[in-house]
């Protein structure tokens, strides 16, 4: 690892102009699971290390009835995941934030740095695209929102620019009466990246002929998490055998995986057909 200067500001004013004085030769810091991995291996040489982890509201989480769940991005995910509020009211959540890494590395790993990783097999992401989260960003001297299916634009890559600074993830109340799964293909059946994430959150809405309503979002087969609009429509038009089965095969055309060393494009794919239809039925047994 070559030598780098440690920078902690304040406040997030003094990151983020700092960020901008030295666009590409600062690296943010929150967790560190993912950066001194690559500063390790010498994929990444930055100049400075900026440690915004202490920076106040950073590490907080919120919750109210009208704005929903509130939390900032440098929360660990194991403080994610043990929250009551989040356990009781957002359980989608955390149990797919249980499914990364080890329990060591959830003592470290920060949400924020999870989603600004952009790994398409990132496991919190499918989870909080079907819950509608929102990205905030503070750049520039202010704060906005950024819907999550906008904030990724590629492999590695989001819509942050210099400056821009994840702050929170804020995710609205599921709808009255929901039912969820996140399904997780890995090599082993711990610590391991996914070979296919699948999140399925399903509702009653009385508008479709279904009578449900339903959210999929697919992790690890595309350059970026997606959702699976196909599929969701099929199930608000019936939730029949027939109907859960062309559901799951409407995800695998949405899918677009590449082959890699730990998986063919070929599996990956049949794989997503098999996770989806189960998660389905699952939430479906849980919502009848």
Request: negative net charge.
């Amino acid at each position: 690892m070559k030598k780098f200067d440690y920078v902690k500001p304040k406040t997030l004013a003094e990151a983020s102009a700092f960020m901008v004085e030295h666009d590409g030769e600062a690296r943010l810091y929150a967790g560190g699971t993912d950066v001194l991995i690559l500063m390790r291996n010498n994929f990444i040489t930055p100049r400075y290390i900026v440690d915004i982890k202490e920076i106040p509201g950073l590490r907080d989480i919120s919750f109210d009835e009208t704005a929903g769940l509130t939390i900032g991005a440098a929360t660990t995910l194991n403080t994610v995941a043990s929250s009551p509020v989040i356990r009781e009211r957002f359980g989608l959540l955390a149990e797919a934030v249980e499914t990364v890494g080890s329990y060591q590395v959830r003592n470290r790993a920060t949400i924020g740095g999870n989603i600004c990783n952009a790994a398409p097999s990132a496991d919190t992401v499918p989870a909080l695209l079907v819950l509608g989260a929102m990205a905030w960003v503070f750049g520039g001297g202010e704060e906005k929102a950024v819907p999550l299916d906008a904030f990724f634009t590629g492999p590695g890559e989001t819509a942050l620019g210099p400056g821009d600074i994840l702050t929170a993830i804020q995710v609205p109340l599921p709808p009255a009466g929901s039912a969820y799964r996140y399904l997780k293909l890995g090599r082993v059946r711990a610590a391991d990246l996914a070979l296919v994430g699948v999140a399925v959150l399903g509702f009653p809405q009385a508008g479709n002929p279904s009578g449900y309503g339903f959210r999929i979002a697919l992790g690890a087969v595309a350059p970026t998490p997606i959702r699976a609009p196909e599929a969701e429509a099929v199930l608000a038009e019936s939730v029949d055998d027939e109907a859960v089965e062309e559901a799951a095969l409407a995800a695998m055309r949405t899918a677009r995986p590449i082959s890699d060393v730990r998986a063919s494009a070929e599996y990956r794919s049949a794989m997503v057909r098999v996770l989806a239809q189960r998660g389905i039925k699952e939430v479906l047994e849980d919502l009848k």
